[in-house]
């Protein structure tokens, strides 16, 4: 069961918007669904908000506002209205969103607690120190290959950091980790499996298209009555990498959104706005100087009507 799929062109707003029932097959068509709405370049970053209840799944795909305004509104005949359009989604957003629920998308890692338990030992499995060691020696690694940006082959590398795993409510197809970060939610990762294709790596995008996956997440709904999921795709999925060149990450599940009205705003709309500006100036001179022209004709009529009257008087004098 599916509703009918709502786009950004009829909402006005840089959303997709569709609900179904809790099956996992139906979870599944919804995010197939979704993804191959997006374009090449609307892939470039977007994220995917899915809102549960009790009998249906609320799926929320937001799309980068910058790149929603490129893709729709820069078709719409009038620029006029394409600018009003995106002036109210920024100013609809900021006054239904208050800083203060707003978490930090992009976290500067420089300024987080530098704990050693949290840093990886480089020597790993062959460390001297063995036990004695402070550093971090994660037992969870996903060895899967994946294709950077610039085409090469490298490998995932992502680990789990020990202390950040929950073992109680792992098992040997998810692992569920706390965030370093000091928000409130859990990230829900697929485990590594080195007997499988590719140690079993999955992307975002993949994931979501598994059923397995929403079985587990719903089984982890009913235990830990969470009511939303966010997942970030693209440029938004790698913004925290040290891999400049990474393209896709061990997918993983986040539950916290952020805005980025600043960056059309600044991006898009004010010169959009400025540009409109100018238009109604320069319209606004064009009329003027219109008016200028058929004010010097009108005085000139009245002009030579008054002369006209005067040599006639004098003749009848």
Same mark, same amino acid.
């Not at 109680?168 to 928000?183: A, C, G, I, Q, T």
């Given at each position: 069961?599916?509703?009918?799929?709502?786009?950004?062109?009829?909402?006005?707003?840089?959303?997709?918007?569709?609900?179904?029932?809790?099956?996992?097959?139906?979870?599944?068509? !919804?995010?197939?669904?979704?993804?191959?709405?997006?374009?090449?370049?609307?892939?470039?970053?977007?994220?995917?908000?899915?809102?549960?209840?009790? %009998? $249906?799944?609320?799926? $929320?795909? #937001?799309?980068?506002?910058?790149?929603?305004?490129?893709?729709?509104?820069?078709?719409?005949?009038?620029?006029? /209205?394409?600018?009003?359009?995106?002036?109210?989604?920024?100013?609809?957003?900021?006054?239904?969103?208050?800083? %203060? +629920?707003?978490?930090?998308?992009?976290?500067?890692?420089?300024?987080?607690?530098?704990? $050693?338990?949290?840093?990886? #030992?480089?020597?790993?499995?062959?460390?001297?120190?063995?036990?004695?060691?402070?550093?971090?020696?994660?037992?969870?690694? #996903?060895?899967?290959?994946?294709?950077?940006?610039?085409?090469?082959?490298?490998?995932?590398?992502?680990?789990?950091?020990?202390?950040?795993?929950?073992? /109680?409510?792992?098992?040997?197809?998810?692992?569920? *980790?706390?965030?370093?970060?000091?928000?409130?939610?859990?990230?829900?990762?697929?485990?590594?499996?080195?007997?499988?294709?590719?140690?079993?790596?999955?992307?975002?995008?993949?994931?979501?298209?598994? +059923?397995?996956?929403?079985?587990?997440?719903?089984?982890?709904?009913?235990?830990?009555?969470?009511?939303?999921?966010?997942?970030?795709?693209? !440029?938004?999925?790698?913004?925290?990498?040290?891999?400049?060149?990474?393209?896709? #990450?061990? !997918?993983?599940?986040?539950?916290?959104?952020?805005?980025?009205?600043?960056?059309?705003?600044?991006?898009?709309?004010?010169?959009?706005?400025?540009?409109?500006?100018?238009?109604?100036?320069?319209?606004?001179?064009?009329?003027?100087? +219109?008016?200028?022209? !058929?004010?010097?004709?009108? *005085?000139?009529?009245?002009? /030579?009507?008054?002369?006209?009257?005067?040599?006639?008087?004098?003749?009848? *004098?």
């Amino acid at each position: 069961m599916q509703n009918t799929l709502q786009t950004p062109k009829n909402l006005k707003e840089p959303y997709f918007k569709l609900e179904t029932n809790l099956d996992p097959s139906n979870l599944v068509q !919804a995010s197939e669904l979704l993804l191959n709405c997006l374009s090449p370049k609307l892939k470039q970053s977007f994220r995917l908000v899915i809102t549960l209840s009790e %009998e $249906k799944a609320s799926f $929320k795909l #937001c799309l980068d506002p910058s790149l929603w305004f490129d893709v729709y509104l820069q078709t719409v005949t009038d620029f006029a /209205e394409a600018v009003n359009i995106a002036r109210q989604y920024v100013t609809t957003t900021r006054l239904n969103i208050s800083p %203060e +629920e707003e978490a930090p998308f992009i976290i500067d890692y420089k300024e987080t607690v530098k704990d $050693k338990a949290f840093i990886i #030992c480089p020597y790993a499995s062959t460390c001297r120190n063995g036990s004695n060691c402070e550093k971090d020696h994660p037992k969870i690694y #996903c060895d899967g290959k994946v294709i950077t940006r610039d085409g090469r082959t490298s490998k995932c590398n992502f680990y789990f950091t020990t202390k950040l795993v929950i073992d /109680e409510l792992s098992n040997d197809k998810y692992v569920v *980790m706390l965030r370093r970060e000091p928000f409130r939610e859990l990230l829900l990762i697929p485990h590594p499996n080195f007997q499988a294709k590719n140690c079993g790596h999955y992307n975002n995008e993949t994931l979501v298209q598994q +059923e397995t996956f929403w079985k587990e997440l719903l089984n982890k709904q009913q235990t830990l009555n969470f009511h939303s999921i966010a997942i970030n795709y693209g !440029a938004w999925e790698t913004g925290q990498s040290q891999n400049k060149y990474a393209q896709e #990450c061990h !997918a993983h599940r986040l539950s916290w959104t952020k805005l980025f009205t600043t960056e059309l705003e600044e991006k898009r709309l004010r010169s959009a706005e400025h540009q409109l500006m100018l238009k109604a100036i320069s319209n606004i001179t064009s009329t003027m100087n +219109e008016n200028t022209k !058929a004010l010097i004709k009108e *005085m000139s009529s009245v002009k /030579e009507n008054n002369n006209e009257n005067t040599r006639a008087i004098i003749e009848a *004098m």
